[in-house]
Each structure stands twice: as C-alpha cells, then as structure tokens.
DNA sequence: AATATTATAGTACGGTCGTACAATCGTCAA
DNA sequence: TTGACGATTGTACGACCGTACTATAATATT
C-alpha cells in the first residue's frame, strides 16, 4: 500500500480531474478542491507548488488510465472493424456526460489552446494518444498515409460529435454520430478486406 | 450616418468579439478593450452595463453577419452541391485562424457551455443558424429525418475538424477534413440525384 | 523517549477582475 | 451664452484567486 502522503496526492489528483472536467481548469480554483478534498487549501499547495503543477499531474493520471484502457484493447479485440468501434461504443456510452460537460480532452485542448500554450501540450497530448492508437489499427486496414486521415477523420467526428452534443445539451446527437460512424467503417472494412 | 454613440458602440462590440475569439470570453477584460478600442474603461460600462450584455451584443452582431452571409448563399448558388460546398470552402479558407483560435462559434459554446448556461444559449443559437441553414439544404437532397441527419454529421465533421486543428497548430488538418467531406458530400449527391 | 521529517491547517499578501460612481468634457438647442 | 444632456474619464470598492508563509499535528527514525 502506498504511503499517507501518495494516497492524499492521489486523492488530490482525482478531485482536481472531476472538476477539471466538469468546471474547467480557470474556473477550479484551489479552495473547491480543498472543499471537495476535505483537504485545507495550503496542504494542496504543499503537494503541487503550482496549478500548473496540479495540472499536469492530472493529465499524466489520465493518459495513464487512458494508455492502460486501448492496450488492453489491443490485445482484447479482433477483427479491425470491432477493435475501432470500441472507440465509438465508448464515446456512445457517455453520451450523457458528453452532453453535460463535453469531451474531457476536447474541452481541455479547446480552454488551453487560446492563453496557455505550455499547459496545453499537455491536453494535446492526451488526443495524440487517441490518434496515434486508432492510426495503428487503420494501417490493419489501409496504407499509412490513408491510415492517418482516416484516423483524423474518425477523431474528428467524435470531437465535432460532442462538441455539438454539449451545445445542444442533447446525448442523441452523439448516439445518431456513432450510427453514421459505424456505417463509415463498415464501409471501410468490407471496401478493404485485408490490405 | 449613425449618431457618434452608435458608432462608438460598434466599435465596441467589434473589438469585443475579435478578443473575445482570440482570447476568450473569460479571458478578455474590460481593460483589454478599452486599450484596444482606445476608450476609457468606465466608458465601455456606459455602453453595457455588464459583461454579459457585452456578449449578448457581440453574439447579435455575429448572428447578423451568418444570417446575411447564409441568406446570400442561398439565393446566389445553384445545385445542392455547390451549395453545401461552400461552407467546406469557408472552412478551408479559414484554416489558419481556425489552427490558431479554432471555431469561433464552436470554442465560445465550449467556454460558455460549463458554467453560464444563459450565455451558452446565445453561443448555442449561432451553431443553430449553420445547423438550419444546412438542413435546409439537405431537404432538396434526402428525406426530412435524413437531412437533419446530414446536417448534424457535416457540422461536426467541421467542428471536429476545427477543434483537432486547434489542438495541434495544424491548418493542414482542417484541409485534409474539407477534402474527406467534399468526397463525402459528392457520394451523397450523386446517389440522390433529385430525391 | 527524543528528535527529525512529513503532513495539515490557517491566514495574509499582492494582483486582477467586474462593477459602481462621481467628475469632466463636448455638443447642440434654446 | 447658457444650460442640458450624452459621452468620456479615472478611480475606488469588494470579491476572488493563486501563492507564500508560519505554526501545529502526525508520523517515522534513532
């Protein structure tokens, strides 16, 4: 079991996450994560010097979690149409929450990009994850420069999918995109069976 | 000519979203435009008693714009086609300050859409003349429930698009995603010659 | 048990923001 | 020319924020 200190930092880190999401980064402030916390505002000081500190503590925790969940899929799924609609299943399944709050990166990269060039490499990073995965598994499908729009363009419908899901407040807008994405790869899978 | 307030007004708002596009609206502040407007900040207050009402002007502002730009379209273009390309082109003439600032209607919902949901309406409102205006097209192509369809998957197409090319500096993306939805605009219209 | 180190809390500082307000300026009618 | 009113300015207030600092409690080490 890790230390007193590793599991406050980690409950800090997870706090600091949720809101992150749900608030955006600007306006979380330290007294709400010391609220939430139950932690005192200097003790999260104590721990990450900075917000900035905080943040990217928050973003290597996601792409942790992020880069365990699609190796796991790797190795899990097989043909190359199911392991990609995974992806879409998955952003299916929180349609909910993508109403309420938007993508968690999408958003992120969206606040950061305009004043924080720094902090949102980090976000950046986060998407590259994404990508990079689904290039992979369309070079199963396509040769490599295909490979790579098609997994922009996937990446893409899902980023425009919630974005419009979050302004119209609506979980059916992402449900309608998942349909039209699954017909897009079915496409794309018989089209080229084993390239 | 309009009254020297009216003017002076207008130049307000006109200052107000071009910061409120390249910073945010959270990020801009009455000091920011009065430096950039060269009025007094007290005098900006005079024109608009809050910061709300300031983007509730700006947002009225943009709308006039879209619906005047729409409207044009739609009696200027011919076939269908030509007609949904248009908005491709826009996008894809507009890549470089989509890569830097991403979508201004889109980003603006994503600022707003966490924590002002009043102002998020009227953020929300802008994306609903593009949504309707693409519809609209759409019904000469497919059936009702099928154009709204289409309309959704096109506006997220860009907005993903836009939001991908924000995140990673890159207006290539934008044109990489305009030339995927002219393909995919094509499809469509060929399979559906007069429907 | 004594001590050093880690963990936690509370508070105060400097800065910025939106807003309010009082004072001044410009302009044009009476 | 005076006066009224719209336009403009500068400043001050209260709130909140990230951060720094100091003191205290808990834990570990010797």
């Not at 200097?42 to 699609?70: D, P």
């Not at 990446?155 to 807008?173: I, K, N, V």
Request: with cysteine; proline share 5%; aromatic share 10%.
């Amino acid at each position: 079991m890790p230390g007193k200190g590793q599991r406050a930092r980690a409950a800090i880190v997870e706090v600091a996450s949720d809101l992150f999401y749900r608030q955006g980064y600007g306006a979380t402030s330290y007294a709400d994560i010391a609220v939430r916390t139950g932690f005192g505002k200097g003790n999260i000081h104590y721990y990450f010097n900075s917000k900035e500190e905080l943040l990217k503590a928050v973003a290597e925790m996601r792409m942790e979690k992020y880069r365990k969940l699609l190796e796991q899929w790797s190795l899990e799924c097989g043909p190359p149409y199911d392991c990609l609609e995974r992806i879409v299943s998955l952003f299916e399944k929180n349609a909910g929450d993508l109403a309420k709050y938007g993508c968690p990166i999408g958003t992120l990269n969206d606040e950061l990009g305009k004043n924080n060039p720094e902090l949102q490499e980090e976000a950046r990073q986060m998407m590259d994850i994404f990508l990079r995965w689904l290039e992979a598994r369309f070079r199963a499908l396509l040769p490599p420069d295909e490979a790579r729009d098609h997994a922009e363009q996937l990446l893409a419908m899902a980023q425009g999918a919630a974005l419009l899901a979050h302004a119209y407040r609506d979980p059916g807008l992402v449900k309608r995109q998942a349909d039209a994405a699954r017909h897009w790869l079915s496409k794309i899978c018989e089209n080229e069976p084993h390239a």
